[in-house]
């Protein structure tokens, strides 16, 4: 299959995801159909879906499911999350390993590892949750971890429906299990509402949330990401960053402008991938979360990103954390929040795992924590003086702005590119200017202390809290 045969395979399962998640909101509503049923056809649905896009691969799917669930029956519950999680684990890089070396780098004809890794991320997150609820005492469990705890095994139907379902096994996002059996039994978005005291408000009885403004809007920035990707995203590829004008003739603002330019058009199939998978999952009646601030029902439980904070970022950390967000919960709650010990460290080689082996995942992430730390000292040191006039607070932001969006494009430009040698070349050409600025401001800049009882932030990307 070539890759563009995949990435029609690819719309063309979301957009029927689409349709479907419609139709199982309306004709198969948890009033009028059996929790049974509506697991079946979840799963029926999603088996369909990943056959169809990625053929004898999805076998690879359906294995680490199976042995897992094996793992989920037979393993004793002191044990059931560690043997899950290195089965999982394992399983992933040991096929992202073999697609380095049948495939090669950008040439690649069929990538099944995205499904295999959102599974991943399910298998493990399951099976920490069912140790919570039945291995552990509440009182040693956070306010968090005692909310999704699961008290009971799940069924093997329940099991390969939370994994498996058509909403979530293309493209995500990873979600709770509990989230996802109250919405298989209709209890979703009136839990939701009872979580934030609906009903101590004043009001007297529980709506019915409709999702459909929601998914429109979504679909509007679908289209709209998917118009970009089909321009800017082909006018401004990649492997230009490794032509011959790029390295060897232009001059280095207009290598930095253009790098920036690049990679903003990269970032429009993120957008687009994403934001349709958030709205098959709301079509579906799936990822309510309460109310928003002015009082509006939001639908962004699986969002996971927000185009316009990332857009607006003023620094490195609120731009990560905006990216890839149901990412970063999940490596908080199943590494940073429960190893011992180094818990950003182990966070980071997890995340660097779950990825992939491409060594420009390393480089973005490597040049990433650098980057993290320099620009925490310079905050530390320098933001305070800009706060005594909204002029001087306005000039800050513009500058940080334009700093952070420079300073993103250059650490990921490796994550999309893949291989050492455009990576080498690329850093070549800006003269490694941001390692350098970088490395200068941590070592002779003074670091202020942190306090220490700093929690981990709301998304996973900025892993790097407990860095200093």
């Not at 390993?97 to 995205?114: A, C, P, Q």
């Not at 069924?155 to 994994?163: A, C, D, I, N, R």
């Not at 620094?315 to 818990?343: D, G, H």
């Not at 080689?349 to 990825?355: E, F, G, R, V, Y």
Request: hydrophobic share 45%; glycine share 4%.
């Amino acid at each position: 299959m070539s890759r563009s045969g995949l990435t029609v395979n690819f719309v063309a399962c979301q957009l029927s995801a689409l349709c479907a998640a419609f139709w199982f909101r309306l004709y198969l509503s948890p009033g009028e159909t059996s929790p049974a049923v509506r697991h079946a056809f979840a799963t029926i649905f999603g088996i369909y879906f990943v056959i169809f896009c990625f053929g004898w691969y999805s076998v690879h799917l359906f294995v680490l499911v199976l042995m897992c669930y094996g793992i989920m029956v037979t393993a004793s519950i002191s044990n059931i999350h560690r043997y899950s999680f290195f089965v999982a684990m394992g399983y992933l890089t040991i096929c992202h390993i073999s697609r380095i070396y049948i495939f090669h780098y950008g040439i690649l004809t069929t990538d099944f590892s995205g499904p295999l890794m959102i599974v991943t991320q399910k298998i493990t997150t399951l099976a920490f949750q069912v140790h919570d609820g039945l291995g552990r005492r509440a009182e040693d469990l956070s306010s968090e971890q005692h909310r999704l705890a699961v008290k009971a095994k799940p069924s093997f139907l329940e099991y390969v429906s939370y994994l498996l379902n058509f909403m979530s096994v293309i493209a995500g996002p990873c979600n709770n299990f509990k989230d996802y059996i109250a919405f298989i039994e209709g209890r979703h978005t009136h839990m939701k509402l009872l979580e934030m005291n609906w009903k101590e408000k004043g009001f007297h009885s529980l709506p019915e949330p409709s999702p459909t403004g929601a998914v429109m809007h979504k679909l509007c920035v679908t289209l709209v990401s998917l118009l970009l990707f089909l321009t800017l995203t082909k006018t401004f590829p990649v492997t230009s960053l490794v032509d011959d004008w790029f390295v060897h003739e232009a001059n280095f603002l207009t290598r930095l402008c253009y790098l920036y330019i690049v990679m903003q058009a990269s970032k429009p199939k993120y957008y687009f991938a994403w934001t349709l998978a958030d709205a098959v999952n709301n079509a579906a009646g799936f990822g309510f979360s309460g109310v928003d601030k002015n009082g509006n029902f939001s639908w962004d439980l699986l969002s996971n990103l927000n185009i316009w904070k990332i857009e607006t970022a003023t620094s490195f950390k609120m731009y990560v954390e905006n990216w890839n967000i149901q990412t970063a919960t999940w490596l908080k709650r199943v590494c940073y929040e429960r190893v011992p010990w180094y818990p950003t460290v182990l966070t980071f080689i997890l995340s660097a795992l779950w990825h992939g082996v491409y060594p420009g995942y390393y480089f973005t992430f490597l040049t990433g924590i650098l980057v993290t730390l320099a620009a925490r000292t310079v905050r530390k040191n320098y933001r305070h003086y800009f706060l005594s006039s909204k002029a001087l607070k306005a000039v800050y932001d513009l500058v940080t702005w334009a700093v952070t969006q420079l300073a993103v494009s250059y650490t990921v430009a490796p994550f999309v590119m893949l291989a050492v040698e455009p990576t080498i070349s690329l850093y070549k050409s800006m003269y490694f200017y941001l390692h350098i600025i970088s490395l200068l401001i941590i070592l002779f800049l003074p670091i202020k202390p942190q306090a220490h009882n700093q929690r981990w932030p709301q998304t996973l990307n900025s892993l790097n809290k407990k860095m200093d």
